[in-house]
């Protein structure tokens, strides 16, 4: 290979950056996981991991009580992992979880299996008690409610899920005091009549854009202006 000489200049400002990233990153816990790339973690400031909501499964009676939970043999692994090697961040509450993607389909399709219809008391009753055996997984591995978020709904679309909207979150506010919720949304999702109004029972949104949008600076902050509102 051909090398080149590039001439280079270098000036170095008179100000430190702060050792802590501005931003949290994010990304998957999984079996590649390794205490050998922990500290490459660290030195991006990589301190938020995913846990999937797939591997919380449940049975439920015909009132919508739990009749027995259990993590998924898949995910079993992954959670004992990530919490060994995170077990001095965790007892030291330096980094966070997030449970996605999207916690309320997983869990009235793929563990509910639709068994009762939405807003019926029953799929309320198998909805919070399903969140909160969830919570007591996780503070079985140190990951108490300060440490971790429900993402409740992946970039949701406002004509199919708005009507659960306010009701998968004020369920949690209202049963399980502490525990955070998210809705990752993006700018070219209208703000719809379901997303505004569970606005004052969720405590994060996660703003997804995308770079194939032209004027998505525009918009986009206008998005978040009329969010914010």
């Known amino acids: 290979v051909q090398t080149k000489t590039i001439p280079l200049s270098l000036e170095i400002l008179p100000f430190a950056l702060d050792p802590k990233p ?6 998957f816990s999984n079996p590649a996981f390794s205490k050998e790339c922990l500290p490459i973690l660290d030195e991006i400031g990589f301190n938020v991991y995913m846990l999937s909501p797939h591997m919380l499964r449940a049975e439920f009676d015909e009132k919508g009580h739990i009749i027995k939970s259990w993590i998924h043999p898949n995910q079993m692994p992954i959670l004992t992992l990530t919490a060994d090697l995170l077990k001095e961040k965790i007892r030291n ?16 399709h793929v563990i509910l299996k639709k068994k009762f219809p939405e807003h019926s008391p029953e799929w ?29 709904q992946d970039e949701p679309d406002g004509k199919k899920v708005g009507h659960v909207m306010k009701a998968i979150a004020q369920i949690i506010k209202q049963d399980h005091p502490g525990i955070r919720t998210a809705i990752t949304i993006t700018p070219y999702i209208s703000l719809c009549k379901g997303l505004i109004e569970c606005a004052p029972f969720v405590d994060e949104f996660i703003i997804y854009g995308s770079t194939g949008l032209p ?6 902050t206008d998005y978040i202006t009329e969010l914010k509102k």
């Open 93 to 108: 509450k330096e980094c966070s979880f997030l449970i996605g993607y999207d916690s309320y389909y997983t869990f009235y």
């Open 22 to 27: 501005v931003l949290p990153l994010n990304g």
């Open 215 to 220: 004027d998505y600076q525009t918009n986009g």
């Open 124 to 152: 309320r009753t198998a909805w919070s008690e399903w969140i909160g055996a969830f919570d007591k997984i996780l503070s079985q591995y140190g990951i108490t409610k300060d440490l971790y978020t429900h993402e409740l």
